[in-house]
């Protein structure tokens, strides 16, 4: 009996939004045909729920499992799934606002497509980071910059503009001022060492290499740039990047970013690890709380910041071909 496929998607996730479900629905049916079982629509906070009751009803029979919606929302599936100790092969659609583990992975942009591809994929695995015993699969961000732009994100979905458009014009601020953070970075090989930089990213070593897409576009060009980098760390570690004054080296990295190598610019320093524990300079500011961003997506935790490369990989459906 061919395989069914179950489909559980983000109804905040941006092409939802934009199409609207039953167009979404519909592409869906076209793609899966006969193999589609069933489609179900969650809202973001109940997403973990709807996973979890998925792998406790169908742990034995001939369904597969099928994430639509952007990094944010395969994380929160990964997280679900590491945590019950499943070994099912996660499918994605691409259906948010950024789609950087789907691309990694070969699928299409397109998700009809991507659903037409997943008939006709293979299981592979690919690396976990931890960050204060968070999950991520392909960055977390630790600096301001980056937090307030997806707030600034939300603020916009959530319909408020003015709200969005006051943090996006307070960050570009920041950035053109070079508005910096240092901290204190240790790791066995390297401890005690101060960084600074107005972008701070911790990646995992992601085997770019899977996906035949490329970059296209800025904003894919900028996340395509972590996982293709000379930089990205090899197996059983994590890199941390400190991106230091970008208004300053503007034309440099922007020519990485045009090559899709832009952590490989001098400015950007690197330290890479079995783990990369953050604290402020201030000793005393241990165990206050911070935001961070994990996969595109906002959490609070506090400070010392222990990331680490996870003893589990994650299992993901890719495309035979491309």
């Known amino acids: 009996m061919p395989t069914q496929f179950d489909v559980i998607v983000n109804r905040q996730a941006g092409t939802v ?26 809202d973001a906070p109940n997403l973990q729920q709807a996973v979890s009751r998925w792998l406790k009803d169908n742990a034995n029979t001939n369904s597969q499992l099928v994430i639509g919606g952007g ?37 299409s942009k397109d998700f009809i497509e991507a659903a037409k591809q997943l008939r006709k994929s293979h299981a592979v695995r690919l690396p976990v980071g931890r960050i204060n015993g968070s999950y991520f699969l392909l960055a977390a961000s630790l600096d301001t910059n980056t937090t307030e732009t997806f ?20 960050t570009s601020l920041d950035v053109l001022t070079s508005r910096e953070q240092t901290l204190s970075v240790s790791t066995p090989k390297t401890p005690n060492t101060q960084c600074t930089g107005s972008f701070i990213l911790a990646v995992t070593p ?54 899709g190598r832009w952590l490989d610019h001098p400015s950007v320093t690197t330290l890479s690890d079995s783990e990369v524990v953050v604290s402020p300079l201030n000793s005393t500011a241990d165990n206050q709380q911070t935001e961070i961003s994990v996969d595109g997506e ?13 003893e589990r990989t994650a299992k993901f459906l890719a495309p035979d071909c491309n």
Request: net charge positive; charged share 20%; with cysteine.
């Open 17 to 42: 939004l934009r199409m609207g479900t039953s167009a979404v629905s519909q592409g869906l049916q076209t793609a899966f045909q006969e193999q589609l079982n069933d489609i179900v629509y969650a």
């Open 71 to 107: 990094d944010g929302t395969i994380l929160t599936a990964t997280s679900e799934i590491i945590n019950y100790d499943s070994e099912v092969a996660l499918g994605i659609l691409p259906l948010g606002t950024t789609n950087q583990s789907s691309f990694n992975l070969g699928f």
């Open 151 to 170: 707030h600034a994100r939300e603020a916009l979905r959530r319909g408020e503009f003015l709200t969005a458009l006051e943090k996006v014009l307070l």
């Open 206 to 259: 992601q085997p770019a290499h899977l996906g035949a897409n490329r970059a296209e576009g800025l904003k894919r060009r900028l996340l395509h740039g972590i996982t293709t980098s000379r930089k990205v760390p090899e197996a059983g570690a994590i890199s941390l990047h400190f991106c230091k004054n970008l208004v300053g080296n503007a034309i440099g990295i922007t020519d990485h970013l045009l090559r």
């Open 298 to 310: 906002v959490k609070k935790t506090t400070y010392p910041i222990r990331i680490s490369h996870h």
